[in-house]
């Protein structure tokens, strides 16, 4: 134990985002670079200056079409404003903005006077966005006005009201060069136009470039430190893994300062290669198919609910959408009979993502057989990402067996900001998502579930995933979702709940039937079904289990006092 401790390396994880062993061994290795994202838009517009950048409408509802130039452009006009409101090299500026235009040019911005962006998404309120102030002390946040149903002015003073530490609140203005400063009414930020002499700041590729933010599964999300050179890595084999190209069309439906739009390939990947990104202003499949067919999209990211409309809306829309190349899924379970329709449904290829903001992403390959495509979530990005799958007491499981999931390598982070959530690392490092996996003989990864998502039925475990799956190939079916409630007897219970077809009424009884002709052994046929319109989601669009297991509780509550039957 003493000689373990003895040659432990110097390393302060405070300031040091990596051990320096392994970031020579990255280095080295030629995955780190001395790439950094203050100079990602500068190095992208003396590329393909006049390529288009970015499609979509701005915060004030205009349409717009920027080339990598004009973005660029854009970008230095914003840093000088920003600088002028006190942003400097190192301090951190909060943004929380819809999926609009003026995002790329905000994040550049950011990036190029060599400030640290923290990302987060419309769906964060006062809690997760309060938390993040505290933690991060961002000088400036960057928001709208009025977006959607949310008053993002209201809100951040309603947050301040409750942080002891004062950013300044820039909401982007009616002239889109200047800044409104939130309860300064006479104050704006604005600058002379064009100051085109503004070099971009040089930070060294090892320094925290941005802060993401976790799923926040339990509790308030937590704060996730990226590096230059780590994240820059991911963009450049997504570029490669996922055939990135100045004729990618990038159609950005999730929220876009998500992990999984940024970077899996996301806008960064695309803007790196010199593609076009198009943002989608809501998620809604007719605002998005239109889009698809008007800007001939190719790629397209969704999370497995929106995947699950979009292939019931498909049937229902004149929009043509044989543009699409690729439809990439990932951020929770798939299920492999909803994955074998991407293909017929929409004639193009479906890549599998698993990932995370923390690190570690997994891609199916564009040229996997492709029930390797439906049955897996693909494998690791790098070949220095460290995969252990350990039994739940951290012995090894037996090769082929699922269990827990812990990941090490030169993108995924050693620890998160202000050292919370430390018993998510162990001692050599590795990093635990909380996510069961198997490897398959082709050494792909299935993702089993969460460790929390099992259903103990009376000590048989359910796969909540295994059962959704089969309920989804029902054609009624539009999606599935199986959680566990406590039962007196039976310690947990499972109840099916549905969306489905509109129109369409299916019954417990013709559920369970149809699991019966399936095989399915008893202990797997649902106690209950609960038909839903819609489910509740996260911020990013994941199907929310927590919010279904706190509803079923409380109906079960209900019952036992007899108010419900
Ligand atoms: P986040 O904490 O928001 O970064 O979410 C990361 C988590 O989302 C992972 O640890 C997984 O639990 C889940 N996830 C992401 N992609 C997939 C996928 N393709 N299949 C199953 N789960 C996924
Ligand atoms: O869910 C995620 O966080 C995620 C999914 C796919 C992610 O961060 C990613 C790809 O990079």
Redesign the pocket.
């Known amino acids: 134990m003493s000689t373990e401790n003895a040659v432990k390396p110097e390393w302060d994880p405070a300031n040091k985002l990596y051990p320096p062993e392994f970031e020579r061994r990255y280095r080295e290795a030629g995955y780190w670079t001395d790439d950094t994202f203050a100079q990602l838009l500068d190095v992208a517009a003396s590329q393909y200056g006049s390529n288009e950048a970015v499609v979509g409408l701005n915060w004030a509802g205009s349409e717009i079409r920027w080339t990598y130039k004009e973005v660029l452009d854009r970008a230095i006009d914003i840093g000088a404003q920003l600088s002028r409101a006190g942003v400097t090299v190192r301090s951190r500026v909060l943004v929380q903005l819809p999926n609009i235009a003026d995002f790329v040019p905000v994040v550049a911005a950011i990036f190029r006077i060599g400030a640290i962006p923290l990302f987060s998404i419309p769906a964060h309120r006062r809690d997760a966005l309060g938390s993040f102030i505290e933690a991060a002390e961002p000088v400036a946040i960057v928001t709208v006005g009025r977006y959607g149903d949310c008053d993002h002015r209201k809100l951040m003073r309603e947050t301040l009201l409750e942080t002891e530490y004062r950013p300044q609140v820039l909401v982007l203005a009616e002239d889109p060069l200047e800044f409104e400063v939130l309860d300064s009414p006479t104050d704006s930020v604005s600058v002379p136009r064009h100051t085109h002499t503004v070099p971009a700041a040089a930070p060294e590729p090892t320094e925290l470039a941005f802060l993401q933010v976790?799923?926040?599964?339990t509790g308030v999300p937590k704060l996730i430190p990226r590096s230059h050179a780590a994240y820059h890595y991911t963009l450049r084999r997504s570029v490669e893994i996922c055939n990135v190209t100045q004729a990618t069309r990038f159609l950005v439906v999730i929220p876009c300062a998500?992990?999984?739009a940024m970077s899996s390939p996301g806008i960064l990947s695309v803007l790196l290669a010199g593609g076009t990104v198009v943002m989608c202003p809501d998620p809604m499949p007719s605002t998005a198919f239109e889009l698809v067919e008007r800007e001939k999209i190719t790629l397209v990211s969704l999370v497995p609910p929106l995947l699950m409309l979009w292939l019931a809306m498909s049937g229902k829309s004149a929009a043509d959408l044989s543009s699409l190349e690729v439809i990439n899924?990932?951020?929770?379970?798939?299920a492999a009979e909803a994955a074998a329709r991407v293909g017929p449904t929409f004639g193009c290829t479906l890549q599998?993502?698993?990932?995370?903001?923390?690190g570690l992403v997994?891609y199916t390959r564009l040229d996997d057989r492709s029930d390797v495509i439906i049955n897996s979530?693909g494998y690791p990005l790098s070949p220095a990402d460290e995969i252990k799958i350990l039994n739940e007491d951290g012995t090894p499981t037996t090769e082929g067996e699922p269990g827990v999931l812990w990941t090490r390598g030169p993108y995924t982070i050693r620890g998160y900001l202000g050292g919370v959530g430390a018993d998510s690392f162990d001692e050599e490092g590795f990093y635990c998502?909380?996510?069961i996996v198997r490897r398959l003989p082709s050494g792909h990864l299935r993702?089993e579930g969460?460790i929390s998502d099992h259903i103990n039925r009376a000590g048989e475990k359910i796969s909540a995933e295994e059962i959704e799956n089969h309920i989804v190939a029902l054609p009624q079916v539009v999606d599935a979702a199986v959680v566990g409630v406590t039962d007196p007897r039976l310690g947990e219970r499972s109840c099916a709940f549905i969306v489905a077809q509109p129109g369409k009424v299916i019954s417990h009884s013709e559920i369970n039937g149809y699991l019966r002709d399936r095989g399915l052994a008893n202990y797997k046929i649902p106690d209950q079904t609960i038909v839903r319109e819609h489910f509740p989601v996260t911020g990013?669009g994941?199907l929310s289990r927590r919010a279904l297991r706190k509803e079923l509780a409380s109906i079960a509550e209900d019952q036992e006092l007899g108010l419900r039957t």
């Not at 899924?329 to 798939?334: D, E, I, M, Q």
């Open positions: 976790s799923g926040g599964t998500h992990n999984f899924v990932g951020g929770a379970a798939l599998q993502v698993f990932g995370m903001a923390e997994n979530q998502p909380g996510d993702v969460r990013v994941k």
